[in-house]
């Protein structure tokens, strides 16, 4: 059974960083790109970032490039974003999810608060 | 960037009823569309990838159709489980992008 785990959300002030992090189960990690969308409170979904299976290409809209990173461990099967800089407009839900063909599965989702 | 238009933003519905969600994009994307069902705990699962294949485990009762800019998702007879939000998702180019959502509510 494909199971998706996010960890590290909280709350944190504007400008600081936050690290996310995803253990993936129940699949061969190594095999999929992974990604990550955000829902911000009563809004719709968002996507964030996008990664290859080795790692070598990711993928961000304009409102993350920058300031945000997507990166993968194989041997953990786990996936990260790591978020700088953070904006008042990045309080959010942030899901972890599987690519194939589409968002195949997805995780229960951490949530990120940015305020002082 | 690829906009995507959803229609209705609300859906009130009766258990039975037939209901088609809308889905327009700002330009073509050659059936890249996929649906998604979000309830209310936040659970997100697919229903519908590539225009109109249904994802396993995905009830019978769920189909998608479309070409070109216009997509729909029909739901033939609502059960009880079918009150939700849904999110069209097009992935034909970066950024992907998803529509407003539309969300069905018991009537």
């Known amino acids: 059974e494909v199971q998706l785990v996010e960890s590290g959300g909280g709350l944190v002030q504007p400008g600081r960083s936050l690290k996310l992090s995803c253990a993936a189960s129940?699949?061969?990690?190594?095999?999929?790109?992974m990604a990550w969308v955000r829902q911000a409170p009563k809004k719709g979904l968002e996507w964030v970032a996008t990664?290859?299976?080795?790692?070598?290409?990711?993928y961000y809209p304009d409102s993350v490039k920058g300031r945000f990173t997507i990166s993968r461990d194989n041997a953990k099967s786990s996936l990260y974003l790591q978020m700088n800089s953070l904006k008042s407009e990045d309080t959010a839900t942030y899901y972890c999810?599987?690519?194939?063909?589409?968002?195949?599965?997805w995780g229960q989702g951490v949530m990120v608060t940015v305020s002082s | 960037d690829i906009q995507m238009t959803q229609s209705p933003s609300s859906l009130p519905a009766s258990l039975g009823e037939r209901v088609t969600i809308s889905c327009r994009a700002s330009?073509?994307?050659?059936?890249?569309l996929n649906w998604y069902q979000q309830k209310p705990d936040g659970t997100i699962k697919p229903l519908i990838y590539?225009?109109?294949n249904l994802q396993s485990g995905v009830p019978s009762r769920f189909s998608g159709s479309g070409s070109g800019t216009d997509y729909s998702l029909t739901i033939s007879r609502l059960e009880p489980e079918d009150f939700a939000m849904y999110y069209c998702?097009?992935?034909?180019?970066?950024?992907?992008?998803f529509g407003a959502g539309t969300k069905l509510e018991l009537k």
């Open positions: 998702q097009q992935d034909a180019s970066f950024p992907n992008t």
């Open positions: 129940g699949f061969t990690f190594s095999n999929y790109y």
């Open positions: 590539y225009t109109s």
């Open positions: 999810a599987l690519l194939r063909t589409h968002f195949d599965y």
């Open positions: 990664i290859s299976t080795s790692g070598s290409r990711t």
């Open positions: 330009q073509g994307i050659s059936n890249n």
